[in-house]
Antibody, heavy 119, light 111 residues
Framework: EVQLVESGGGLGQPGGSLRLSCAASGFIFSRYEMNWVRQAPGKGLEWVSYISSSGNTMYYADSVKGRFTMSRDNAKNSVSLQMNSLRAEDTAAYYC????????????WGQGTLVTVSS | QSVLTQPPSVSGAPGQRVTISCTGSSSNIGAGYDVHWYQQLPGTAPKLLIYVNSNRPSGVPDRFSGSKSGTSASLAITGLQPEDEADYYCQSHDSSLSGSVFGGGTKVTVL
């Protein structure tokens, strides 16, 4: 059974940092591209970042470019999102989501981890 | 402002048919990228509902169907059920952003 479990959410200070993690199980992790998608309270979904299966290629939404860094450890079946220079508008539930091979949709999602940026 | 445009809400009585539109542009749906749909029940993570325009994952009832034409797509729910009350999002890929784009979401209310 495919499982994605996020962790690391919590309260962050404006201008501060947080690191999110997503632990994957139930599939051959190193073959799949992964993403982070977020949802501000009461708002819609927003794609945040993408990482290739090898970890050599990443893409970011303009709203987080230069502040967030996505990485992965295929030996540990996990992806991370390093969030720096946090802003109030980064407050959201952050979901880890898998892309099926050679496709552009998200077939499995984690349960999400909530990030609140406030002083 | 979402890149893909959806109506904020639609409603219908049990058993009725409702449709949700999703309008994009020449850099996403109009460029030939497929459209996918997600259902989000209150307090839960999104769940894949329709992939590659019109395909249902295993376990999704056949009352859900999708289509795509030009720069738009639509999701239809035929025979609306109370458990279909949820938020629905369309999603595609955008070549100018090198990433995924979502619609703003549509809340379906069963009257």
């Amino acid at each position: 059974e495919v499982q994605l479990v996020e962790s690391g959410g919590g309260l962050g200070q404006p201008g501060g940092s947080l690191r999110l993690s997503c632990a994957a199980s139930g599939f051959i992790f190193s073959r799949y591209e992964m993403n982070w998608v977020r949802q501000a309270p009461g708002k819609g979904l927003e794609w945040v970042s993408y990482i290739s299966s090898s970890g050599n290629t990443m893409y970011y939404a303009d709203s987080v470019k230069g502040r967030f860094t996505m990485s992965r450890d295929n030996a540990k079946n996990s992806v991370s999102l390093q969030m720096n220079s946090l802003r109030a508008e980064d407050t959201a539930a952050y979901y880890c989501a898998r892309l099926p091979l050679a496709e552009y949709y998200f077939d499995y999602w984690g349960q999400g981890t909530l990030v609140t940026v406030s002083s | 402002q979402s890149v893909l445009t959806q109506p904020p809400s639609v409603s219908g009585a049990p058993g009725q048919r409702v449709t949700i539109s999703c309008t994009g542009s020449s850099s996403n749906i109009g460029a030939g990228y497929d459209v996918h749909w997600y259902q989000q029940l209150p307090g839960t993570a999104p769940k894949l509902l329709i992939y590659v325009n019109s395909n249902r994952p295993s376990g999704v009832p056949d009352r859900f169907s999708g289509s795509k034409s030009g720069t738009s797509a639509s999701l239809a729910i035929t025979g609306l059920q109370p458990e279909d009350e949820a938020d629905y999002y369309c999603q595609s890929h955008d070549s100018s952003l090198s990433g995924s784009v979502f619609g703003g979401g549509t809340k379906v209310t069963v009257l």
